[in-house]
């Protein structure tokens, strides 16, 4: 067993981290909050330009072939600096979808995905569906040698500024059937979708999407037609790991900055870090992200090894709600008054690792996924 | 040992449901439904009804407009308002600064300032903490410097809830450099129209502006807008800290959002059915539930021993620990009942996109983050109750 990174491994994490502490201060980060767009097209170029939108894709369809572990580096580096260019929708999401589509969509939208110039989400989610990925209302009726797609996508994370939405939506069968749902690629410049776009409370963008006849061809099929389901969980399965990458991240940061704001906060005549109670509660802190992060490395060399991954997955998900919240409680009771603030820092990390629990299925219902499946 | 309240409270409980269905505005009861804040003409409208009613301040002496209620009838008032979704009152006037005047002040302040908090023609905001004073109160080191008939003031005022709103301010401030830290502070009354005084907002987490920062710069305060003697101004606020001994628990405010969260959960669809009965969840709520009625009973026992004369002692901590960390629990529930609805950010009076209970779901859990912070943060309670209950 070998928990060592190779020297390639090494120099991606160092390119990352390094173009994180000299371009992405928090600061700007905070300036591009408040854009329409909410990340920056220059610093996705950048990051197409490093090749690190071309790292999971395979060296035959232009990309590096780069592993979950590659996968894991950036994402974690990317949780540390809290960014929040479409990485994980377009390159982790969209970009494994696409990975298992036909040839010719992989060359029709992985050369602009790769160097930066396509940006891409999937409309999975629907108002009534809560974290089922089964349930799905969303209609795809044949029209002539293509089909017309019918039916609302809640909280599609960079849903405001996809050139190419991936949507699952159901060919047969009944509302929870397992079989009968398709994924298509879709031109999201296509006639027939209607776009609320909006903030998220930790602070990316998203939107609603209601999809009315709208008309697909049946080559932007992704997958087998009336088999999306499978493939949708499996590539999920990969961004819950992608999701824990980031979350350690975050909470490696929240505990280190939380000990250093300890260390320099006096009241009584001391640093409150000489305050038992609060150094228990960071060590605490400390164990949380330490256990996460090995679950993490696990799931991702489970994902690598092409070990299967659902229950892996799950566990690693159920286990992101509670060392999140452990964490991410922890860090803000101990800033006191400050960690309430918009200006510190923290209160955006806090934010972020709290909507993460809720992405793609919280603890509770990724526990009972786990309790169900078999190893 | 029994259960029941008597006929008379009963009775007295029911006046008071009936009251409120009556007469609470629909826009504030629909905003507190989906956790929007108020605004400042809203809170100041509920109060002008509770001021006509004659019950706007119930803990006050009744020659000075309270209601003469026993301690029972109290805490059935403010369970049941809580309970029917009244928004509580604006603390600053009513329940902190009053009560010092009445019972520290001279009768012309009693006389200047009580008719207008009891009217809520005034609107006062709380100047205790500062930025280097925050836990460690007492090392507050605003300064008021004796000038003939004024004192001259210059300091930052750290948290100060909604004084952008605000008519007036209370403040503890250090009138002697020189004394041990508690006995050199004085309690003075400012108006916020003095020159020098200025309101800079704090944004918190959410998004709202709830807070401010308040900066003194040579503010020029009437000897005559101090409250009790100089260099007493402690024991003026910590008489504040022992009043309003069993209502911290918010009991009735507790019950309230259990009830929402029920009635969410129970319209939010998971599969055929709804999450309020998935098990992990409903097993969650029920955890909740039992634990509020415990701490609704060790309310209702602390408040039955300050009706028999007893002397109320630590347990007020007891009860700020445990209901603060109920409030967040609950908060924390609803957020996860809004799931995917709760992602889009809608501000301060902003329209929900979706279900309109989570449209807030996500900035109520934010911001009561501060609830185990503010108010004596749940460490400084512990403290408290490791000196006063274990005798360590």
Known sequence: MDFTFNDEQNLLRDSVRKFIEKDYAFESRRQLLKT?????????????????????????????????????????????????????????FAGGLLRRASAGLRGKYLPGLINGDLIAAVAYAEPESRFDLSRVSTTAKKDGDGYVLTGKKLAVVAGHAADLLIVSARTSGAVNDRSGITLFAVDAKSAGIERVTYATVDGLRGANLTFTNVKVGADQIVGDAERGLELLESVVDEVLVALGAEATGIMEVMYKSTVAYTKERKQFGVAIASFQVLQHRMVDMFMEYEQFKSLTYMATMAQASARPLAKHAAGLKWLLGRSGRVVAQSAIQNHGGMGMTEELAISHYFKRLTMLDLMLGNGDYHLERYRTLQA | MDLEFSKEELAFRDEIRAFVAAKLPAEIREKIDQGQPLSKNDAVHWQKILFEKGWIAPNWPVDLGGTGWSPTQMYIYDDEMGAAGAPPVVPFGLKMVAPVIYTFGTDEQKQRFLPDILASNVWWCQGYSEPGSGSDLASLSTRAVRDGDHYVVNGIKAWTTLAQHADWIFCLVRTDPNAKKQQGISFLLIDMKTPGVTVHPVITMEGDHEVNET??????????????????????????????????????????????????????????????????????????????????????????????????????????????????????????????????????????????????????????????IYGGSSEIQKNIMTKAVLGI
């Open chain 1, 36 to 92: 329409d767009l909410g990340f920056s097209r220059e610093t996705w170029k950048g990051f197409a330009d490093l090749g690190w939108t071309a790292l999971p894709f395979s060296e035959a369809d232009g990309g590096l072939g780069g592993s979950a572990v590659d996968t894991m580096i950036v994402l974690e580096e990317f949780g540390r600096g809290l960014v929040v260019e479409p990485y994980l929708p377009t390159v982790v």
């Open chain 2, 215 to 372: 900066h003194f710069e040579d503010v020029r305060v009437p000897v005559a807008n101090r409250v009790g003697a100089e260099n007493q101004g402690w024991t003026c606020a910590k008489y504040l800290l022992t009043h309003e001994r069993t209502s911290v628990a918010n009991v009735g405010n507790l019950k309230r959002n259990l009830r929402r969260l029920r009635r969410e959960a129970g319209n939010v669809k998971v599969g055929d059915g709804v999450l309020l009965e998935q098990p992990t969840f409903a097993k969650r709520v029920a955890e909740v539930e039992i634990q509020i009625t415990a701490l609704e009973f060790t309310s209702l026992r602390i408040l039955s021993q300050v009706a028999r004369g007893g002397a109320p002692g630590a347990e007020s901590s007891l009860l700020k620990v445990r209901g603060t960390e109920l409030q967040q629990v609950l908060t924390e529930l609803l957020l996860e009942a809004a799931g995917y609805e709760s992602f889009a950010f809608v501000p301060e009076g902003g329209k929900a996109l979706g279900a309109k209970f989570a449209a807030r779901a996500a900035a109520n859990y934010f911001n009561f983050r501060k609830v185990t």
